[in-house]
């Protein structure tokens, strides 16, 4: 038996490069997936290509009426919630500090902090309807230190942890996990495009060369991760932080003399 089958799992930000590849890996484990996401093209497109067991609801993870509806719908079609991925993230254009303006500052925390924080408020209770099952949410390496002109995502993601160990604590006696992965940096859009407002992608000044993994991520590095957090195998895993990164918060490593 595949690892979801009979399991009904909501991701938001379903269509993006993350999120993608674990929709379809999701999918192809035997889940009902339900993609949750702005961009209603390329969500109904990709619930297209997979078929049974696959729908698109617009879900803006800033709104919390937004989030109840898309609960609703999932309940309404499969009849439960089993896993929510909380994977919807938007990043800041480089700014130091004092060139962050406030707009910017708070865009990026509705998406990647207080997303996240309605989205385990509304998933709750329909996890606790299905006796039980997991919230994994997807932070950032940049969660784990201080990164120079990042300052609103790197908030965004540290926020994120204690949140996560706050929820774990909160739910766990009802049988409902909550676990962060922390990429670090993987071959999407997110990386090899520009953020909205910047000029320069992150892949134009990174290099993973000096690392113990030489290569970018790839979703699918990602994706394998959170089959096994999302699922029975890790029914003893709460509040834990798993990252996975190619050795970057190492450092570089070192050079045979």
Avoid: C
């Amino acid at each position: 038996m595949r690892r979801f089958t009979n399991q009904t799992v909501l991701v938001t930000g379903g269509t993006g490069g993350q999120g993608t590849s674990h929709v379809r890996a999701l999918h192809a484990e035997g889940a009902n997936v339900v993609i949750g996401a702005i961009n209603a093209d390329r969500g109904a497109a990709l619930a297209d290509e997979l078929g049974d067991r696959a729908f698109y609801t617009h879900l803006d993870v800033t709104d919390e009426d937004s989030w109840s509806a898309a609960v609703r719908a999932t309940e309404s079609t499969f009849g439960a919630l089993h896993v929510l991925v909380n994977n919807a993230g938007v990043q800041n254009p480089p700014a130091p500090i004092e060139e962050t303006d406030q707009t910017t500052w708070s865009r990026i925390l509705d998406v990647n902090l207080t997303g996240t924080f309605l989205g385990i408020k509304a998933a709750a209770p329909a996890l606790r309807r299905a006796t039980g099952g997991a919230i994994v949410n997807i932070a950032s390496t940049m969660g784990m230190g201080g990164t120079a002109h990042y300052a609103p995502y790197v908030a965004s993601k540290w926020a994120v942890r204690g949140l996560t160990q706050t929820a774990a604590l909160e739910l766990g006696r009802d049988r409902i996990r909550v676990n962060t992965i922390h990429p670090g940096v993987i071959a999407t859009p997110f990386i090899h495009e520009p953020a909205a407002g910047a000029t320069a992608a992150i892949a134009d000044f990174y290099s993973p060369e000096p690392f113990a993994v030489p290569r970018l991520g790839e979703p699918i590095d990602v994706t394998r991760l959170l089959l096994f957090l999302a699922s029975s195998e890790a029914s003893f895993i709460t509040g834990s932080e798993y990252v996975i990164d190619g050795g970057l918060l190492l450092g570089p490593a070192l050079q045979a003399a």
